[in-house]
């Protein structure tokens, strides 16, 4: 029988079969094609299901030899010939490996293997599948599994990652998978050990050490020794075969009687020996007493520090002395920084009008012309020195001592705003008259930012001013010489002192005293003695790290109201002004301090926070033009440092 013809005559009555596909798939999927191929030719088969599928097929030399029977009693789609022609190269010896879009590469199994990739396109066709065991050793793993693995297949352990690299048909991967998951159960063995002799902290870091030289494979790498500093015991975490290597090493180490071993030097890194010293004698009489009352002996414990290398001495008998170890080790942690950065604002607005009148009308000599005169005290200048010095019979620049002269000058010195008069002398009679009109408009905004860098727990004084002496006494000898002043000084400037703590969750509590002092001036031109400013701001805060708070303020506005009169005449409608002066004040002060913690815990965020002000530093000078590379601060760094400035 020709096997070309006779196929073709099946394909072309399969077409008058009913159509099995599903409605709705094109008419070439919905086609079906019946087999009946007796003992033809692999390639033949080949050949005619490239027809059905529309697939190309590169053909390996080795399969002309093949001879193929293939028979299917029921009617079968494109997708299903193509199944039943894999299955058939798969009984062969042969697989269909893709090499493009709609192509593929008939080749023999054994060279299939080392193609395979990691995606399958069919479940007769090799694919590379890589498992990562999580509790389970892949050397173990490999040799439980090779027995399902088809004879062309293979399975390769990587005990480093613990994984299994597994080449295979598609179609027996699922049985492989679940054989795997099977095995690699989590089989973790946790093993808490109670220590007498040795603290766990020393007895974690052998472990690690001893278990990194030793370890062999990603799976035995799982393995964990965890010190528990309460009760002094070591936590064993990891597969049967590790933790009971490591519980005969624990149990060696810890068998040790350090009974006579009752002496210790111990270096600290970051607490300060001097102050833990009575923190450990509190300990050790706390377990001496605790001792004592069961009846038994227990010998004392000395404690002693030394200063030049910040190290502990400490003689006490071996319980103590353990548990002294773990209260050092808890105690001598790096301490975290806190940065403080104040803003202190202080805006002041003063608004002052005045508007008076003065006149006067005198005799001078024998004269019988009244005197009569309006003079006040928030009025400028005075009108009757200026009346003395005119009628006095001393000029003005002759060098001789006029005290109406004198006085007339200060006033006019002193004298602000406008000022408006008339005045002189007709014979014996005086007179004058002065108006004076005076606003003041004065706006001041203060600005300051103190910040301090402290120690957690740690307290930090910020002090940028001066200090001003005080007279606070003065004696006279005999016959009132050789006085003798007593002085003291005073700081006047920004203060800011600050103790901050650290909570758990970067919260951070200040105790701060917040202060400003500054000169206003003498209490009066008589007197030496001196009027201070001060804002004193002394409180307990809680602000998250980074976050600015408000910790207090002041806005105080006072309106002062100055009228002087001439009684009854003052009061007279319209005429009245002629006889009084008026004054209006206005004093508004705008005060509010700001505060931001940032924690620091790391070297990293020192530099950054060191980085920040030395850039807003760097800047200004930029800022203002002085970008010399000899004179820069970057060079002045450099130069006296020795080191690059902070980026």
Same mark, same amino acid.
């Given at each position: ?74 009617? =079968? ?14 009984? @062969? ?68 990652? !613990?994984?299994?690299?597994? $080449? ?35 007895? %974690? ?26 009760? @002094? ?31 210790? #030097?111990?270096?600290?890194? @970051? ?5 833990? /010293? ?34 502990? /001495?400490? @003689? ?23 940065? $403080? ?18 006149? =006067? ?21 005075? =009108? =009757? ?23 007339? #000058? ?11 008069? $008339? ?56 016959? !009132? ?32 005293? %917040? ?20 804002? %004193? ?52 002060? !705008? ?17 950054? $926070? ?38």
């Amino acid at each position: 029988m020709n096997f070309r013809f006779g196929l073709s005559a099946i394909l072309l009555a399969s077409t008058a079969l009913p159509a099995f596909g599903l409605a709705g798939e094109t008419s070439s999927q919905a086609a079906r094609h019946v087999l009946n191929f007796d003992d033809v030719e692999l390639s033949s088969l080949i050949a005619d299901v490239s027809i059905v599928t529309g697939y190309t097929f590169i053909v390996h030399p080795d399969v002309r030899t093949k001879r193929v029977t293939v028979t299917s009693s029921t009617p =079968l789609t494109k997708d299903g010939v193509f199944e039943v022609f894999l299955s058939t190269l798969r009984v @062969n010896g042969f697989t269909a490996v893709p090499a493009g879009k709609d192509t593929y590469r008939i080749i023999p199994e054994q060279s299939a293997v080392s193609e395979a990739g990691t995606r399958s396109s069919g479940a007769n066709s090799f694919t590379t599948e890589i498992i990562h065991l999580s509790n389970f050793n892949a050397l173990e793993a490999a040799q439980m599994v090779k027995p399902l693995v088809d004879a062309q297949g293979q399975v390769i352990a990587n005990p480093r990652s !613990n994984t299994l690299v597994i $080449v295979d048909y598609a179609s027996n991967l699922p049985r492989i998978r679940e054989l795997v998951a099977g095995i690699d159960e989590d089989r973790t063995r946790i093993e808490t050990i109670p220590l007498k002799n040795i603290p766990s902290g020393e007895l %974690q870091s052998i472990l690690a050490s001893l278990h990194q030289k030793t370890s062999e494979d990603a799976y035995s790498s799982n393995f964990q020794a965890i010190a528990a500093q309460t009760g @002094n015991s070591i936590i064993l975490k990891g597969d049967d075969k590790t933790v009971e290597r490591a519980m005969k090493v624990v149990a060696q180490l810890d068998a040790t009687d350090r009974v006579e071993d009752t002496l210790r #030097v111990i270096s600290l890194k @970051n607490a300060d020996a001097a102050e833990i /010293v009575p923190i450990l004698e509190k300990v050790a009489n706390a377990m001496a007493f605790r001792h004592s009352e069961t009846g038994g002996e227990f010998a004392p414990s000395t404690i002693a520090h030394h200063g030049p290398t910040n190290s502990l /001495v400490i @003689n006490a008998p071996s319980e103590t002395l353990l548990t002294l170890e773990r209260v050092i080790q808890d105690l001598d942690k790096r301490r975290a920084q806190v940065l $403080v950065e104040a803003i202190i604002v202080e805006m002041s607005d003063d608004t002052a009008r005045e508007l008076g009148l003065q006149f =006067l009308l005198s005799g001078t000599g024998n004269s019988t012309v009244p005197f009569a005169s309006t003079n006040f005290s928030r009025s400028a200048p005075n =009108l =009757l020195a200026l009346a003395g010095a005119v009628a006095g019979d001393t000029p003005f620049g002759s060098g001789e001592n006029n005290p109406f002269a004198a006085a007339a #000058v200060t006033s006019l010195l002193g004298l602000t705003g406008l000022s408006v008069g $008339v005045g002189g002398q007709d014979g014996d009679t005086l007179f004058g008259a002065i108006l004076t009109a005076v606003e003041n408009d004065t706006n001041s905004r203060v600005l300051s930012k103190p910040f301090n860098m402290t120690l957690d727990n740690g307290t930090s004084s910020l002090l940028v001013g001066q200090e001003v002496p005080i007279v606070t006494g003065e004696v006279l000898g005999d016959a !009132n010489t050789n006085p003798f002043r007593t002085v003291d000084r005073k700081e006047i400037g920004v203060r800011l002192d600050v103790t901050p703590r650290i909570s758990s969750d970067d919260a951070v509590r200040l105790e701060i005293n %917040q202060e400003v002092s500054s000169i206003s001036g003498a209490i009066n031109v008589a007197t030496s003695d001196l009027i201070f400013n001060k804002r %004193q701001i002394t409180t307990d805060v809680l602000a998250d790290s980074g976050e600015i708070i408000v910790i207090g303020g002041l806005i105080q506005q006072s309106d002062t109201v100055a009228n002087e009169k001439v009684p009854i005449l003052g009061d007279v409608p319209i005429a009245g002004r002629l006889f009084r002066t008026e004054g209006k004040s206005t004093k508004r002060t !705008n005060l509010m301090v700001f505060i931001r913690p940032t924690v620091i815990r790391d070297r990293e965020s020192a530099r950054d $926070v060191t980085a920040r002000s030395y850039r807003f530093v760097r800047a200004e000078e930029l800022w203002n033009g002085k970008d010399d590379k000899v004179n820069s601060l970057d060079a002045f760094v450099s130069e006296v440092l020795g080191a690059p400035p902070p980026k």
